[in-house]
């Protein structure tokens, strides 16, 4: 998919960059000369996530860095070391530094979300905005169906054989969920199951942050947009509230029929929610 899209758009790089011991993978989409956006993917997820979204983004005039998370898609991963989302976040700030862009808008989907937010905390030099789309990091007494397993042991973001595949993106999704549920497998299945050691350190580790996120939020002054799907089944949309309670300068705006991936599930009306907070006089 990348590949077709590389051959489809003549501004698109496929970059390595290396930060902490890590090769990380970005795909650098679109000209110099537009105001960058970092788009951070989920658990057990890739750069891939984004796609849907790019040409969405591309035709508002903007350049998009989108990485693969260490540990995930196609950068490093490194058994020895912890990837809780504050390391995570200054090894993401550390990353974008590099690249001496000037701030850019941070959009953060589920564990990005919480790992974006930990940069807009301590590193907020390099954040324009902060996105937080179906964010990781708190919860409230509704708990989702994913976090009703993980009380019984299930996991299902850690799929342990093909029809544990099909669930996830059941769960993942909500608008033609029973589509992606027959299409992805197919493609990402095998490399999922191989990951799943690595998947279960990983989760471990952002199980156990040195900061609790609470914390982190309270911290945030950078502008913040708050982008939820009502029929996420993953994190509960009642999240919203209380990332309102700690942010209370944010914006938030709920998706109607729309699941745990909105750039997946409704890419241009993701687009345009964020091209609208975008363009703001506070951000």
């Not at 919860?139 to 973001?157: C, I, Q």
């Not at 299945?189 to 799943?196: E, F, V």
Request: proline share 6%; charged share 20%.
């Amino acid at each position: 998919m990348v590949d077709l899209l590389t051959r489809a758009l003549p501004l698109v790089q496929n970059r390595d960059a290396f930060v902490d011991g890590h090769r990380i993978r970005y795909l650098d989409i679109g000209s110099s000369n537009h105001q960058p956006v970092v788009l951070l993917h989920g658990f057990s997820a890739s750069k891939e996530n984004w796609l849907s979204m790019v040409f969405s983004l591309l035709k508002r005039r903007y350049r998009l860095l989108i990485p693969d998370l260490p540990g995930f898609g196609m950068s490093s991963f490194r058994a020895a070391q912890r990837y809780s989302y504050e390391i995570q976040a200054n090894r993401l700030a550390d990353w974008y530094e590099k690249l001496h862009l000037g701030p850019a808008h941070w959009v953060g989907s589920s564990m990005g979300g919480a790992i974006a937010a930990g940069i807009a905390s301590a590193r907020p030099e390099g954040v324009k905005t902060l996105t937080l789309m179906n964010a990781a990091g708190v919860s409230t007494h509704s708990r989702s169906p994913m976090e009703d397993g993980l009380v019984t042991g299930d996991n299902v973001l850690i799929p342990d054989s093909y029809r544990d595949v099909e669930k996830l993106f059941r769960f993942t999704t909500h608008r033609s969920q029973g589509l992606w549920a027959r299409t992805f497998p197919a493609v990402l299945a095998k490399d999922m199951l191989h990951r799943r050691p690595v998947h279960r350190k990983i989760f471990q580790d952002m199980l156990t942050p040195a900061i609790p996120t609470e914390e982190v939020l309270m911290k945030i002054k950078t502008p913040t947009f708050i982008l939820w799907g009502n029929r996420d089944r993953i994190i509960d949309v009642s999240c919203v509230a209380l990332f309102e309670q700690l942010i209370p300068h944010a914006q938030s705006k709920i998706l109607k029929g729309i699941g745990h991936l909105p750039m997946i599930e409704s890419p241009e009306l993701t687009a345009r929610c964020l091209h609208k907070f975008w363009m703001t006089p506070t951000a």
